[in-house]
């Protein structure tokens, strides 16, 4: 299985080298088979400079240019477009994200999951440096999340997310253009019948640069995906569930998963087929 790893960038000269280099690294590692892609979101600095100066120098990286105007959602939309492998992760330029989790991702991944979501806020996660303000609104909106979906998950707001190819293409066409869409992929995945493993991730306040996210953007556009979300569950009567799903047989949520997922196989894959889905209606 090839895994794309798309990452949106804007004013990232300070970070986006450190991170794809990590990437690379982490994925060569455990020979997995993998593409990384770099979106470049109308950067203002050196992004582009760099990542092609990298392009050249590692030939499973490249770099283009989103067509889209400003935004982050838009610039993983155009990643989406155009990445090449059976499954994609997003991950963010910052450094935020541990790339090591990418391995587990990918094992998972194989064990036939469809989606696999990085929680920071189970057992067996590692944060740092989340600042406090952005981290009580996080909790707060992510528990609205929880009890709306009954889904199990507890970071649907987390970018660093990973799915099949397959699941791309079922939960399009993606409106959100901005940080929104970490809310309306996952959800829009879920509740069109996919299986997701959720897994304990490291994270870690940026080191360089400014973060893209401010605080109202937790405002109306999120509640415009979660609300988008909340009436497919209630007034689609499931028109939108992915080819072949039979709501019978269960399959949707599987437990969380431990820090060394990935390991032990076959028992995932067995609680994963006899998981009891979460999502009403």
């Not at 990590?22 to 590692?29: D, G, I, M």
């Not at 400079?49 to 990298?54: K, N, S, V």
């Not at 998972?108 to 952005?134: N, W």
Request: hydrophobic share 40%; charged share 25%.
């Amino acid at each position: 299985m090839k895994l794309s790893v798309v990452i949106p960038a804007r004013d990232e000269a300070g970070t986006i080298g450190a991170t794809v280099r990590a990437v690379v690294a982490a994925l060569r590692s455990e020979a997995i088979d993998h593409e990384v892609l770099v979106v470049d979101d109308h950067s203002r600095d050196r992004t582009a400079a760099i990542m092609d100066a990298l392009g050249a120098e590692l030939g499973n990286v490249r770099c283009i240019l989103s067509p889209y105007s400003g935004g982050f959602g838009l610039t993983v939309r155009a990643g989406l477009e155009r990445f090449d492998g059976d499954a994609v992760a997003i991950l963010m330029a910052d450094g935020s994200d541990d790339p090591r989790d990418l391995v587990r991702y990918h094992r998972i991944l194989l064990q036939g999951y469809d989606c696999v979501f990085g929680s920071r806020f189970m057992s067996g996660a590692r944060v740092r440096d989340y600042p406090k303000i952005k981290l009580v609104i996080n909790r707060v909106v992510n528990l609205g999340i929880r009890m709306l979906f009954r889904h199990g998950y507890n970071d649907t707001t987390n970018a660093f997310k990973a799915y099949r190819r397959e699941v791309i293409d079922n939960i399009k066409p993606l409106v959100s253009n901005h940080f929104n869409l970490t809310v309306e992929m996952p959800l829009k995945a879920v509740i069109r019948g996919h299986s997701y493993a959720i897994v304990p991730i490291s994270w870690q306040g940026r080191g360089a640069g400014e973060s893209k996210l401010g605080l109202k953007e937790m405002g109306s556009r999120y509640l415009f995906s979660l609300l988008y979300a909340f009436l497919e569950v209630h007034l689609t009567r499931g028109d939108y569930r992915r080819p072949g799903f039979d709501p019978r047989a269960g399959r949707g949520r599987a437990p969380a998963l431990p820090s060394d997922a990935g390991l032990s196989e076959s028992a995932d894959l067995e609680r994963r087929d006899t998981a009891d889905s979460q999502v009403p209606g």
